[in-house]
């Protein structure tokens, strides 16, 4: 019978298992007679990419518990910021990473690369996981040297990923939430009508103010109001449920019309207390989708550094390639269009005084009154 108190009691050294940690690293030049330095530092480096996957996946999986609900607590808002904040940290720190992978020189990559045909990191299976979760669609994404992403895994792996893709990713759940926004519409009050009225008046003043500025000749009155006119068939176009699933099935947006125009209400009075958070839940997801942005475009440029135009170890364009998916694999894009919409706070509809009490704290109320 084992001792209780054994069962209890446990050793730093095997509660984060070390053995097999520390002795997981097995540089192939060593086996290939041709011992190349710097080999283990690219092997740590890569194996820690891997763990830090690891916790974003495990975060990303609660945040899409948290928001496949039909109705999502307001306590948990609070939880899912704080999470894609922890992932944001972690994002930053996989930037830092390459710091330390670029104190190796071309040359030294050169002692052991041709030992690594033809692994790559195109075959990281949790970075591909963490793609699907947060909503990457397999329509956006590069194909892998015209082949899809998923045929470099194994079938285990494919079937989990096809699993992830039939699943709610982030982004999908998120845009339900959002399109659960409620005081677009409270009474006689219909937030997007009083928008629009308010966008008219705004760009009415600004056309009338190039008009009469005098330190602008015609040709420069001429190009600023062709400007303006853009912004504000633009923001027409969004705000048209007709033409804004035009604009979808051209893939110039994503989101859906509820979606948009419930971020666009959260934005504009993200000051009002029961807002503040779901503001900033959007906040985070835009900086996320820009963190991996950067991520990418500094990977691109290591790239470069280490091989210049070499072609890749998995066959891949190498630089060229990633330096695309930098480009084109955004997810949330479409929160950061949201900026094209808004308009000063001076501008913005006054909020009627029963919607306003709503978006309050009511102890707050209570007490002022």
């Known amino acids: 019978m084992s001792d209780p108190k054994a069962l209890t009691s446990i050793h730093y050294h095997h ?11 097995h540089p192939i030049s060593n086996g290939a007679g041709e011992p190349a330095h710097d080999e283990m530092l690219f092997i740590i480096v890569h194996q820690v990419y891997e763990l830090w996957f690891r916790q974003i996946i495990h ?8 928001f496949a ?5 307001e306590r ?3 939880v899912a910021v704080s999470r894609l904040e922890r992932i944001i940290a972690i994002q930053k720190l996989l930037i830092e990473q390459i710091h330390v992978m670029e104190t190796m020189t071309p040359l030294d990559f050169l002692d052991f690369r041709h030992h690594l045909f033809p692994a790559s990191g195109f075959q990281s299976f949790q970075f591909r996981m963490v793609e699907v979760m947060l909503g990457l669609p397999a329509h956006q994404r590069i194909t892998y040297n015209q082949k899809p992403y998923h045929v470099v895994f194994t079938e285990e792996q494919r079937r989990q990923l096809e699993e992830a893709e039939t699943h709610d990713s982030l982004f999908r759940a998120v845009e339900r939430w959002l399109e659960r926004t409620p005081f677009l519409e409270f009474g006689e009050f219909h937030f997007l009508d009083a928008y629009r009225q308010a966008v008219a008046r705004m760009m009415a003043r600004d056309q009338e103010a190039i008009r009469q500025a005098p330190q602008l000749n015609e040709e420069a009155k001429a190009m600023r109001l062709t400007i303006l006119k853009s912004n504000e068939d633009y923001i027409y176009a969004v705000t048209d449920p007709t033409r804004h699933l035009q604009m ?3 893939g110039r947006l994503r989101l859906s019309y509820r979606a948009t125009m419930g971020a666009l209400l959260i934005h504009l009075y993200r000051d009002e207390p029961i807002l503040r958070q779901p503001f900033l839940l959007l906040q985070r997801l835009t900086e996320t989708d820009e963190w991996l942005t950067a991520w990418r475009t500094r990977h691109a440029q290591m790239v470069l550094r280490m091989l210049g135009r070499k072609m890749g170890t ?5 630089h060229d390639y990633l330096a695309e998916t930098a480009a084109r694999h955004a997810i949330f894009h479409d929160f950061h269009n949201i900026s094209t919409l808004l308009i000063p706070r001076s501008e913005r509809p006054d909020l009627p005084p029963e919607v306003l009490r709503n978006l309050n704290f009511h102890y707050a109320e209570r007490h002022q009154a």
């Open 76 to 78: 948990d808002l609070g």
């Open 15 to 25: 509660y984060l298992h070390l053995d097999q940690l520390l002795h997981a690293q």
């Open 69 to 73: 609900l039909e109705t999502v607590d």
């Open 59 to 66: 975060e990303l999986t609660s945040l899409r518990n948290i």
């Open 314 to 318: 998995g066959g891949s364009s190498g």
């Open 248 to 250: 979808r099935k051209e």
